[in-house]
């Protein structure tokens, strides 16, 4: 399948678009600059792609795995994210197959993001890139930054109640 065709599955079709994805887990996929501004990506593998420049501007994110990819400068404002992991997973948390141990343990390049008033309660950034990343007014309640590196990060008006930062 070429890149326009995997697009097209991801967004019409996420159970076969994972079906292939677990099938091609070494595959690198470049999305850089795509629209997925409000697709229904919910429970997504998007596990070693690059998606830099990407908008999935109030987008579903719920339960996505998007561990060991790039989202360089991608917009996630208003986005769904509740129990997202952008983070790197610990394999005893994670429900994917075993050919992603590799990728389930590197978090997600976010720096640049965008992720205003985004839903992200409950999501996973350890072991993530958030440098210059914009969180303002986002829900981060619940979330997990261990071991991210945030430099310059804003967090302006965001909720972060019992969010855990190291």
Same mark, same amino acid.
């Given at each position: ?13 996420? *159970?076969?678009?994972?079906?292939? =994805?677990?099938?091609? *887990? ?31 501007? =109030?987008?579903?994110?719920?339960? +996505? ?16 994210? +509740? ?14 197959? *075993? ?26 950034? =350890?072991? +993530? ?38």
């Amino acid at each position: 399948m070429n890149i326009q065709e995997l697009y097209h599955l991801l967004c019409t079709d996420v *159970p076969a678009f994972n079906e292939w =994805r677990i099938k091609h *887990p070494d595959v690198y996929l470049d999305f850089s600059g795509m629209d997925f501004k409000e697709a229904e990506l919910c429970d997504a593998l998007l596990v070693n792609l690059n998606c830099r420049g990407a908008d999935f501007e =109030r987008a579903n994110l719920e339960y +996505t795995c998007l561990c060991s990819s790039d989202f360089t400068g991608a917009n996630f404002s208003h986005v769904v994210g +509740t129990g997202t992991h952008f983070g790197a997973i610990e394999v005893v948390e994670a429900h994917l197959p *075993p050919q992603f141990t590799h990728y389930l343990k590197k978090g997600a390049i976010l720096d640049q993001a965008n992720f205003s008033y985004a839903d992200l309660a409950f999501s996973n950034f =350890r072991n +993530t890139s958030l440098n210059e990343t914009i969180f303002h007014a986002a829900d981060l309640e619940h979330a997990h930054f261990a071991s991210s590196s945030h430099k310059n990060a804003f967090f302006d008006d965001a909720a972060t109640e019992h969010t855990f930062f190291s």
